[in-house]
């Protein structure tokens, strides 16, 4: 009867155990940001100043656009009316000052295709988002996955 008793309070000790460190994890992934993480607002974004490789500007961040997961993926930068499509890991923030910058050529950045608020494109279809992270010399997420996938096998 005694071993029981003990088994049963083992048993206890070892779910009670188990189920503060799952409430611990759940406070740590849903309490304070991480060290050295900001709050960024989207004005803080948009209207920001884009400038190329050597300080050239080409315009302002017009808009944002996120995935279904809530995560940004394009900013679209304006300029002159025209629209280009910058995929969010080509830009480089100084949030301090309001700017972006890509790391492309004037001439690279005029090789982009352009677009109108009239007709924005269908950012999702493939041949876009391969076009696109093409033009910064990126290659989107998910084929970039399937890229790693390959050169993993023997």
């Known amino acids: 009867m005694l071993r029981k008793v003990l088994r049963t309070a083992s048993a206890i000790a070892l779910l009670t155990a ?7 994890q759940v406070q740590v992934q849903t309490g304070q940001p991480a060290a050295g ?5 989207a004005k803080t974004i948009l209207g920001a100043t884009v400038n190329l490789q050597g300080g050239t500007g080409v315009g302002t961040v017009h808009d944002i656009v996120f995935n279904d997961d809530g995560v940004i993926e394009y900013l679209v930068v304006s300029e002159n009316g ?3 499509t910058v995929p969010w890991e080509a830009a480089k923030f100084n949030y301090a000052q309001r700017t972006a910058v890509i790391n492309i050529t ?7 295709p352009t ?6 494109p269908d950012f999702y279809t493939p041949a876009y988002r391969t076009q696109v992270y093409r033009h910064y010399g990126l290659t989107p997420g998910r084929e970039r996955r399937l890229e790693r996938r390959e050169e993993r096998r023997p």
């Open 82 to 84: 025209k629209l280009v």
């Open 37 to 41: 993480a900001h709050a960024m607002r």
């Open 106 to 112: 004037p001439e690279q950045f005029r090789q982009i």
């Open 115 to 120: 677009y109108t608020v009239d007709h924005y």
């Open 18 to 24: 188990t189920a503060s460190l799952a409430l611990a």
